[in-house]
């Protein structure tokens, strides 16, 4: 209950995000040290049962001590969410289960996250 909670949480606060995109307000939103892995945390607990539904596994990547990414949280976790979902629609439209890896590495003063289907 306490984690539905939360993701409740974090849903709203991602609509509401949604609700400042529209408007065209989301340019004065300040940019943050951002944790990468509770970003794929937080998406893949979003997306992981409709993941499971498609018959789709999910593969997170992401090593502990990663630096943090200088990046808006929400829209972040919005765009990992909206490719999390489009790998589960390809892998679903090829007719077969599949597998979605997400990696997160360090490189060169930066984080480099991929997703892949």
């Known amino acids: 209950l306490e984690e539905i909670g939360a993701q409740t949480g974090r849903m709203r606060e991602i609509i509401e995000h949604l609700r400042l995109f529209s408007r065209s307000e989301a340019e004065g939103l300040p940019a943050e040290a951002v944790d990468i892995a509770g970003v794929v945390r937080a998406a893949s607990t979003i997306t992981g049962a409709t993941l ?9 990547e992401v090593p502990p001590g990663l630096p943090r990414a200088w990046a808006r949280d929400i829209p972040l976790e919005q765009v990992v969410i909206n490719l999390l979902v489009n790998a589960r629609d390809a892998i679903c439209a090829a007719g077969a289960g599949g597998r979605v890896t997400v990696r997160a590495a360090a490189a060169g003063g930066a984080v480099v996250l991929t997703i892949a289907d």
């Open 52 to 60: 499971r539904a498609g018959g789709v596994e999910l593969v997170a």
